[in-house]
């Protein structure tokens, strides 16, 4: 049974597979790579996921969620409005960051499954080196909820270096620079022979792509001051959506123009790189902060290093390598698709972990991203400095030991708390937990609690609590309020199965009313009633005869003149104006049904 390798990301997700002695990206049901990471829900209650969902952001914003990745491991729930699910029926439901993921991963399982022809049930899923033990617990989590064996948690800067190693590129100490839709890594790594050593990594979990989207936007409204207060959800929505479109084709061009019509009016703002440049200068700023911690932990200078390596589908911005190659005056790689090279990674581990021969011989080694310690008191004073274990940037596996002292006579227990970060004040780190240990009545001092901190190469936290004088061993007792038992996993999965994955045979239909319902948010006055009158006429077909020679016919025409609209709303983003594309109308005398069905 073939191990799968996911990359999760924030803004898509790919699959991957080991085969024939390369990592192969396995495509969905549209035949592309990249799928969304966008969860919808229908008015039935059913899942949309992937590009489907995506359209729909604009559409049916109160339905829809995107960048819940920033949030894993956290309480945040995300609510989903209006719902008439039949086996739950209640008008609102919310799911948390690793459900919504979980809808993703089955999404993908699916179409690996379609793609062997056989079961999958293992999957190595790569995530942000950042990303602290909650978030990396809830990763696995994700995996089980959406029938997946997590065994082995890669980091994403781990799994690019892996895929540079297959072109046999990056011999020597370089910089993986991982910028993605909303999280961004920075790691040092010494690439030799069939090493691959991670020397340290650094982030910033809530900075991605998206924010640059966020600050096109910001621009547009500070030129446009009077549309900050008059704006719908729908409309801001459409407003980051073309901020992204804008980005995107700055990307290839000179310049483009932002037009939002509001209210009949056409809003505008002129773009090209330099003005961008200014505008993103709170994330680039943000950049050479993560790049110099990351340097500095790997105790090297830039002198050291040989070259730059981009990673992540936001580096495709020409003024992220251009910035790069100003601030460490190196080559900056981009040989493998950024949007891929997690994704190649991943599926080399998958081969890796199935022990195949080609790769069985590469070694990868990690490092902590963050410091591990429990809460101590000095001389007797407030119990809230930060005493650390296991420091940042120490190589994966890692066990320490160290041991603790009552503060007190007659003392009968010893209470610890768990924290994640590099703050000396303990209650300024991420608490993973806490535990009391009950230790036997000592004078001062003399009861004795070893702790020991087992961090395993996937970054996930075993803790071991000792009382020397009793020898009575407590493992495995760390269990915050965010992670999930057994019998939570169950709970879950109960809750999920109530809402089912939209059946792939639909998808294409579902694609082509989602395409429309966003054409609508976007175009107002005659074209906008062209849309609507053609979606009526779809819908209406489709449900007196889903698969008639008629319907077929509607469907190819539709879709045309739906591209032919997204054409037209890039020519006004690179040009200021454009044609309007105008439907082409089939018409029925000409029509010969029998030569449509027997294309059937």
Same mark, same amino acid.
């Given at each position: 049974?073939?191990?799968?390798?996911?990359?999760?990301?924030?803004?898509?997700?790919?699959?991957?597979?080991?085969?024939?002695?390369?990592?192969?990206?396995?495509?969905?049901?549209?035949?592309?790579?990249?799928?969304?990471?966008?969860?919808?829900?229908?008015?039935?209650?059913?899942?949309?996921?992937?590009?489907?969902?995506?359209?729909?952001?604009?559409?049916?914003?109160?339905?829809?969620?995107?960048?819940?990745?920033?949030?894993?491991?956290?309480?945040?729930?995300?609510?989903?409005?209006?719902?008439?699910?039949?086996?739950?029926?209640?008008?609102?439901?919310?799911?948390?960051?690793?459900?919504?993921?979980?809808?993703?991963?089955?999404?993908?399982?699916?179409?690996?499954?379609?793609?062997?022809?056989?079961?999958?049930?293992?999957?190595?899923?790569?995530?942000?080196?950042?990303?602290?033990?909650?978030?990396?617990?809830?990763?696995?989590?994700?995996?089980?909820?959406?029938?997946?064996?997590?065994?082995?948690?890669?980091?994403?800067?781990?799994?690019?270096?892996?895929?540079?190693?297959?072109?046999?590129?990056?011999?020597?100490?370089?910089?993986?620079?991982?910028?993605?839709?909303?999280?961004?890594?920075?790691?040092?790594?010494?690439?030799?022979?069939?090493?691959?050593?991670?020397?340290?990594?650094?982030?910033?979990?809530?900075?991605?792509?998206?924010?640059?989207?966020?600050?096109?936007?910001?621009?547009?409204?500070?030129?446009?001051?009077?549309?900050?207060?008059?704006?719908?959800?729908?409309?801001?929505?459409?407003?980051?959506?073309?901020?992204?479109?804008?980005?995107?084709? *700055?990307?290839?061009?000179? $310049?483009?123009?932002?037009?939002?019509?509001? @209210?009949?009016?056409?809003? %505008?703002?002129? /773009? !090209? &790189?330099?003005?961008?440049?200014?505008?993103?200068?709170?994330? *680039?700023?943000?950049?050479? $902060?993560?790049?110099?911690?990351?340097?500095? @932990?790997?105790?090297?200078? %830039?002198?050291? /290093? !040989? &070259?730059?390596?981009?990673?992540?589908?936001?580096?495709?911005?020409?003024?992220?390598?251009?910035?790069?190659?100003?601030?460490?005056?190196?080559?900056?790689?981009?040989?493998?698709?950024?949007?891929?090279?997690?994704?190649?990674?991943?599926?080399?581990?998958?081969?890796?972990?199935?022990?195949?021969?080609?790769?069985?011989?590469?070694?990868?080694?990690?490092?902590?991203?963050?410091?591990?310690?429990?809460?101590?008191?000095?001389?007797?004073?407030?119990?809230?400095?930060?005493?650390?274990?296991?420091?940042?940037?120490?190589?994966?596996?890692?066990?320490?030991?160290?041991?603790?002292?009552?503060?007190?006579?007659?003392?009968?227990?010893?209470?610890?708390?768990?924290?994640?970060?590099?703050?000396?004040?303990?209650?300024?780190?991420?608490?993973?937990?806490?535990?009391?240990?009950?230790?036997?009545?000592?004078?001062?001092?003399?009861?004795?609690?070893?702790?020991?901190?087992?961090?395993?190469?996937?970054?996930?936290?075993?803790?071991?609590?000792?009382?020397?004088?009793?020898?009575?061993?407590?493992?495995?007792?760390?269990?915050?309020?965010?992670?999930?038992?057994?019998?939570?996993?169950?709970?879950?999965?109960?809750?999920?199965?109530?809402?089912?994955?939209?059946?792939?045979?639909?998808?294409?239909?579902?694609?082509?009313?989602?395409?429309?319902?966003?054409?609508?948010?976007?175009?107002?006055?005659?074209?906008?009633?062209?849309?609507?009158?053609?979606?009526?006429?779809?819908?209406?077909?489709?449900?007196?005869?889903?698969?008639?020679?008629?319907?077929?016919?509607?469907?190819?025409?539709?879709?045309?003149?739906?591209?032919?609209?997204?054409?037209?709303?890039?020519?006004?983003?690179?040009?200021?104006?454009?044609?309007?594309?105008?439907?082409?109308?089939?018409?029925?005398?000409?029509?010969?049904?029998?030569?449509?069905?027997?294309?059937?």
């Amino acid at each position: 049974m073939p191990i799968i390798g996911i990359d999760l990301g924030t803004t898509n997700s790919l699959v991957t597979v080991w085969q024939e002695g390369k990592s192969v990206v396995i495509p969905n049901s549209f035949g592309k790579y990249l799928t969304p990471s966008v969860v919808s829900i229908n008015d039935d209650g059913s899942v949309v996921t992937g590009e489907i969902a995506k359209q729909r952001l604009i559409s049916h914003p109160g339905r829809t969620v995107s960048l819940f990745k920033q949030f894993m491991g956290t309480a945040q729930k995300f609510n989903f409005n209006n719902i008439k699910n039949e086996k739950a029926p209640h008008d609102n439901i919310s799911f948390s960051a690793e459900e919504l993921s979980s809808f993703i991963l089955r999404s993908l399982k699916n179409d690996a499954e379609a793609f062997l022809k056989e079961e999958v049930t293992e999957a190595i899923i790569s995530v942000p080196a950042y990303f602290n033990d909650k978030q990396r617990y809830a990763t696995k989590a994700a995996g089980l909820l959406a029938g997946l064996k997590v065994d082995r948690i890669l980091n994403e800067p781990s799994a690019a270096a892996l895929a540079y190693r297959q072109y046999g590129i990056c011999d020597g100490t370089n910089i993986v620079f991982d910028f993605g839709g909303g999280t961004l890594d920075v790691s040092v790594l010494d690439s030799f022979d069939t090493v691959v050593d991670i020397l340290a990594v650094a982030g910033n979990n809530r900075l991605g792509g998206s924010d640059i989207d966020a600050l096109i936007a910001e621009a547009f409204l500070k030129e446009h001051e009077e549309l900050r207060e008059q704006l719908s959800e729908e409309q801001s929505g459409i407003l980051l959506k073309i901020a992204e479109n804008c980005k995107i084709a *700055l990307s290839g061009n000179p $310049q483009a123009f932002m037009v939002l019509n509001h @209210n009949g009016k056409d809003y %505008l703002m002129v /773009i !090209d &790189n330099e003005k961008l440049m200014n505008i993103c200068e709170p994330v *680039l700023v943000k950049f050479n $902060q993560v790049i110099k911690r990351a340097v500095l @932990n790997a105790e090297k200078s %830039l002198f050291n /290093i !040989d &070259n730059v390596i981009l990673v992540g589908g936001s580096c495709r911005m020409p003024l992220v390598k251009e910035y790069l190659q100003h601030v460490t005056k190196k080559t900056v790689l981009s040989e493998i698709d950024p949007d891929f090279a997690v994704a190649y990674g991943v599926g080399t581990a998958a081969g890796i972990k199935e022990r195949n021969e080609e790769i069985r011989d590469m070694i990868l080694m990690d490092v902590c991203p963050f410091s591990l310690g429990v809460n101590t008191s000095v001389s007797g004073k407030k119990d809230d400095i930060f005493s650390v274990i296991i420091p940042r940037n120490c190589a994966l596996p890692a066990s320490r030991l160290e041991k603790y002292n009552t503060l007190s006579d007659l003392q009968k227990s010893m209470s610890f708390k768990v924290y994640q970060g590099e703050s000396v004040i303990a209650s300024q780190n991420l608490l993973l937990g806490q535990y009391t240990i009950p230790v036997p009545p000592l004078p001062k001092g003399e009861a004795v609690v070893s702790v020991r901190f087992s961090y395993d190469i996937n970054g996930i936290l075993d803790i071991e609590f000792k009382c020397e004088q009793t020898e009575e061993v407590y493992k495995k007792i760390i269990i915050s309020n965010d992670r999930l038992s057994e019998k939570d996993i169950k709970e879950h999965l109960k809750k999920l199965e109530k809402f089912a994955l939209n059946a792939k045979e639909n998808d294409e239909n579902m694609m082509l009313i989602a395409h429309g319902q966003r054409l609508l948010e976007e175009f107002t006055g005659s074209i906008q009633n062209d849309i609507r009158g053609k979606l009526i006429m779809f819908e209406t077909e489709l449900e007196e005869s889903p698969i008639s020679a008629k319907v077929l016919r509607i469907k190819k025409s539709l879709k045309e003149y739906f591209e032919g609209l997204d054409e037209y709303a890039e020519n006004i983003l690179l040009y200021g104006q454009a044609d309007y594309y105008e439907w082409d109308e089939y018409d029925d005398e000409d029509y010969d049904e029998n030569e449509e069905e027997s294309k059937l």
